[in-house]
DNA sequence: CTGAAAGCGCTTACAG
DNA sequence: CTGAAAGCGCTTACAG
């Protein structure tokens, strides 16, 4: 720095305040009291000064940064802008900062965030792992602190998760009650070998609804989609298509393969819900917004993000405490993707 | 820390190199030329012993953080996701981090990031102002590296933008060429009092296109939008609706407003394109997953990324070149909206 | 409740 | 091209 005053240092500080470095610091950080007047004194000079104190250095010397990081694997879709948007305010809130990894294209990332949390200047991460046999958590076991977000089965760590399950199996009874009975389950498969945690346990919901109505499932009606976009959904969609098997109701696994799917159904002259009955999950904005609207899983998205950051702030300040995780409560909207 | 090796320091390195620390500095930085066969011996020992430099301390000495921020209005809207996605991966690519800020709900904010960069441990900001008047840029003249995207009409600080006044235009001769002829500029409006450097452009462009066709501009027809949002734009289709006044094509200033205000046409029985034409702005995803899919204005947005990370790269090591402006090329993207 | 000293782990001058 | 010393600005023990 060329031009401008100096930065004011807690020296500074406290040489105008007629005290010791330890006592502004004592101020700052409020962890031990402070005389009332002692601190009045401390804070004028703190103003007078426009005193910051320097992050960098007070990293260097108790290890915390104020910084968490937030990794998803792709940053592009609605559902990651809307955490990420949550997760930022929620941090502020708490006085924190977000640093975001994208970890689908660079897997080694994830690796990396997880096992060399302090190197890279961080307290903590919220992490939604992309594929839970790759995932490093289930190995090692000296971690950061670090949240999972999404339906992991691990227990090592705190989580932050929905009932996907009861989402599956909810979403499925409501479309055989509008009396579907060929119902695609679209984003899992049963036996697929790179299958996620959350693909299994929407699956899992969906084929319980299908038992509980006496329908056996149908291989033909469980289509993979290998990547959660609006492109995965069309080339779904484009897949069942070719399969050239009856079906009356497409379950998508999030919104967006939804309307990738609503889109090739629509090209091939098939109407939602005329012909086919189709539901989401995660209630992104365009659910809404769409033509038709889309009948799909809600939930809490700011209980959400908050409790994932608590989650992770908890865990920062104790890092010995056992693992927790606050599930958050879903339910199912219904609008015009389901209703003729 | 009370589990684990301690981490190894500079100091480690070098008496296991048999070099000063100084030397493995020079080393890890490349910035001066070290004898080849020093440094072979420096990276076996970094190697070996899994340093990693500590940021704070390198901070601390040097005032570089690696940390870039990007502060954004609304972090839940498509066109945000997208530029936070390339972002993320244009700074990994150049060895550095982004930390999101969202200024919208918190305009405190903006002013803060960008007036006490140092402060908040950022090297440098990549800034979408929300409103040109509001906007410390004007003002200040003792700045940090910053980059500002969007068409802000200030000359003292590195741009990046496309021309939204000739997009403006070419939106609106499509339609005029698709026998619109009572256009409805919706984002808009002449002599709104809190108009962004944004749509001012758009409109201009939009009234030179009506006044090479002879037609005069009318009020009636310009809808202004407080919030550039699916809700924002279909709040305005309301409205415009309410007005009673003959249209026959939307020049919506952003994809999401025009995802709003077709899901208000749609819900009053008028079609696009078989009534009304339609377009939009950005070619965010769901423009072309839409039913009917969405003319609009692409960029290219990996160029868009990559150009505001470098300027701020430059101007991060230069602080006194003069600034520069990247325009980013556009083009008309023709979909189904827009063709009957 | 507050002070004086030491040190976190780097890099910047200053020498050679 | 490399070394020995000093210091960036905080906070952590250690005293009192």
Redesign the pocket.
């Known amino acids: 720095m060329t031009r401008g005053p100096r930065?004011a240092?807690?020296?500074d500080v406290a040489a105008l305040a007629g005290?010791?470095?330890?006592?502004v610091?004592?101020v700052?950080?409020e962890?031990?009291?402070?005389?009332p007047d002692?601190r009045e004194r401390v804070l004028a000079a703190v103003e007078e000064l426009g005193?910051v104190?320097?992050l960098s250095?007070?990293s260097?010397?108790?290890g915390r940064t104020g910084v968490i990081a937030l990794a998803l694997p792709d940053l592009a879709t609605a559902f990651s802008a809307d955490v990420v948007h949550r997760v930022v305010q929620v941090a502020h809130e708490r006085g924190m900062v977000v640093q975001i990894e994208e970890t689908a294209a660079e897997p080694k990332r994830e690796y990396d965030l997880v096992s060399r949390a302090r190197e890279h200047q961080i307290d903590g991460v919220i992490l939604n792992p992309i594929r839970l046999k790759d995932s490093i958590i289930v190995h090692d076991d000296q971690l950061p602190p670090v949240v999972l977000i999404g339906e992991v089965e691990q227990h090592k760590v705190d989580r932050v998760l929905i009932d996907s399950r009861q989402a599956g199996y909810e979403v499925t009874k409501h479309l055989l009650e509008r009396g579907a009975r060929r119902i695609v389950a679209m984003g899992g498969e049963t036996g697929a070998t790179d299958a996620t945690a959350t693909s299994i346990q929407r699956l899992e919901g969906y084929h319980r609804a299908l038992a509980e109505h006496g329908i056996e499932a149908d291989p033909q009606l469980e289509v993979y989609v290998e990547e959660w976009s609006m492109v995965g959904g069309a080339e779904a969609a484009a897949e069942l298509l070719a399969r050239d098997t009856g079906f009356d109701a497409i379950v998508a696994f999030t919104d967006s393969i939804a309307f990738g799917a609503l889109h090739v159904l629509d090209e091939h002259g098939i109407s939602v819900p005329g012909d086919v009955l189709m539901t989401g999950f995660d209630d992104v904005e365009h659910a809404r917004f769409m033509n038709p609207s889309l009948t799909t899983i809600a939930l809490d998205r700011h209980a959400f993000a908050e409790a994932a950051v608590d989650l992770l702030l908890t865990r920062i300040a104790d890092r010995t405490s056992p693992p927790r995780v606050v599930a958050i409560p879903h339910e199912l909207v219904v609008r015009g993707s389901t209703t003729r």
């Open positions: 930065r240092t807690v020296k005290v010791s470095p330890k006592t610091s004592n700052m950080n962890t031990v009291f402070v005389r002692t005193f104190p320097n250095a007070r260097l010397r108790n």
